[in-house]
């Protein structure tokens, strides 16, 4: 069974700072298959990177990813303050079929 | 534009069956593999199915012989019948489209279930 670890638990910065997530994998993944969500309060998930460091669709160029193996970042350039949120990675084809990191929260300092 | 609506979520005794919709719009969901993803209140996110555009179906071992995941192509919806379900079931529900076979692109706004006596 694959689990993933993130770190910080919580990361409290301020608008503007530089933000670094990371994401651990207890075995080798391919980073085709590792990605990264932001969820704030009472929404959905909003997919962010997908194959480590592809940005999705209208995802802001200050979000970048990075990685391979078992070790996995997920930077955010400059805090907006609309950045503040929980983040997940998550990923694919292990066992289980898919899963996800237990998150970081990125609030304000 | 391509949108997920689930429905279906209620309160729900112990052990009892509760069936939960998520009817696509903006794509066709026989071109895509479709999947459940829950979150207990206050917790992370946790996979718990997903079905193969060809028909394949995964589970969860939290879930496998309890809820079965199916598709209505001719309805574009996705369905998820939910038995035996367990105060542990208690969660957001949320539909989600697979992108590049690998991470969920579009999601549904969720649907509560909530399993107590």
């Known amino acids: 069974e694959i689990v993933l670890t993130q770190s910080p638990g919580t990361l409290s910065l301020s608008p503007g700072e530089r933000a670094t997530l990371s994401c651990r994998a207890s075995?080798?993944?391919?980073?085709?298959?590792l990605a990264w969500y932001q969820q704030k309060p009472g929404q959905a998930p909003r997919l962010l990177i997908y194959g480590a460091s592809s940005r999705a669709t209208g995802i802001p160029d200050r979000f970048s990813g990075s990685g391979s193996g078992t070790d996995f970042t997920l930077t955010i350039s400059r805090l907006e303050p609309e950045d503040f949120a929980v983040y997940y990675c998550q990923q694919y084809g292990g066992s289980p079929l898919f899963a996800f990191g237990p998150g970081t929260k990125v609030d304000i300092k | 534009e391509v949108q997920l609506v689930e429905s279906g979520g209620d309160l729900i005794q112990p052990g009892g069956s509760l069936r939960l919709s998520c009817a696509a719009s903006?794509?066709?969901?026989?071109?895509?593999?479709m999947t459940w993803v829950r979150q207990a209140p206050g917790k992370g996110l946790e996979w718990v199915s997903t079905?193969?555009?060809?028909?394949?179906?995964y589970y969860a071992d939290s879930v496998k012989g309890r809820f079965t995941i199916s598709r209505d192509n001719a309805k574009n919806t996705v369905y998820f019948q939910m038995n035996s379900l367990r105060a542990d079931d208690t969660a957001i529900y949320y539909c989600?489209?697979?992108?590049?076979?690998?991470?969920?692109?579009?999601w549904g706004q969720g649907a509560l279930v909530t399993v107590s006596s």
């Open positions: 075995q080798t993944i391919n980073s085709r298959y």
């Open positions: 903006g794509f066709t969901i026989s071109s895509h593999y």
């Open positions: 079905i193969y555009s060809a028909g394949s179906t």
């Open positions: 989600a489209r697979v992108h590049s076979y690998s991470s969920f692109d579009y």
